[in-house]
């Protein structure tokens, strides 16, 4: 029997081949592109939101990173420095798109509603925090807002909590992981096993070749690292980004002598589960328990 294909299907073949290869080089060289889009929503690099916009109390602060990238960062803190030091604090790391200004009505959240301290930054390559992201890049960010928050002379002296939404959790997960003695609790929202195993559902078209994905945040290993906090894990149901078994897995994967907490949105989607009935308040539970343990 011969080896060779029909001639009439040499050609969808041959053009199958040369997207799949298109699409490879495509991930390789700009997977930073793809996954971080901080230039989207129109503006997001110039214009920032204000606490003040919020009638929030706050000062506006620049970080330097170890590798000498300045990043921008909001410190939101009770001004009587006594009934700061009382509250808890959200290190607010955010998703993949926009700007932390874009983030400070959920903020205003914690803040007003259940007297939270907030810290929470742009990471490198958002808003107006120099540099460009990745994933080295946003952990060392991230580390360096940890280590201000560690120094300052009030909130360093308060139960932090890291919550992260999207790839915000992923980044949450790492840095608590890493640093579990630091942190009281790990809040996350529609967060995935990694990068490389949600390619498949976000880019099918791409999916064979997702192992050149090279920007990995492998949450499913690094909360295996997490042994002794409680974690809340915020899914919402509809999730068309993120396939919501991803966060069933996250919770199953996570051996805590805390609590992990799971609470779903049957309407959440990737974007809006935070908008959904029980959000916060499954938030303020979470927190009332943290502040209540000795």
Known sequence: MS?????????????AAVAVLSGGALLYHYQCEIIYPANFPEGSRTNVAKPSQYGLPYEDLTLVTPDNVKIKAYL??????????R?????????????????????????????????????????????????????????TALEYIKKHQVIGETKLIAYGQSIGGAVSIDI??????????????????SLPKVIPHV????????????????????????????????????????PPGHMQELYRRLDTTGNAVWREFPDGTHNDTCLKPGYFEAIKSFLDGIMTKQ
């Not at 080896?3 to 053009?15: D, G, N």
């Not at 205003?108 to 930054?121: P, Q, R, S």
């Open 203 to 242: 880019l099918p078209m791409i999916s064979r070749v997702s192992f050149l994905c090279h920007q990995i945040w492998n949450s499913e290993l690094m909360i295996q690292q997490i042994t002794r906090l409680p974690v809340l894990f915020l899914s919402g149901r509809k999730d068309e980004l993120v």
């Open 76 to 85: 939101i803190k009770h001004t009587d420095d006594s009934e700061a030091r």
């Open 87 to 143: 509250r808890p604090t959200i290190l607010y790391l955010h998703a993949n798109a926009g700007n932390m200004g874009h983030r400070l009505s959920i903020a205003d959240v914690f803040f007003t509603k259940y007297g939270c301290n907030v810290f929470m930054l742009s990471y490198r390559g958002y808003g107006l925090s120099e540099g460009s992201p990745s994933e080295k890049g946003l952990r060392m960010d991230a580390q």
């Open 3 to 15: 080896s060779c294909l029909p001639w009439y299907l040499s050609y969808p073949l041959a053009a």
């Open 176 to 193: 608590v992981a890493r640093n579990e003695d630091q942190f009281s609790g790990l809040i996350i929202e529609n967060t995935f096993l």
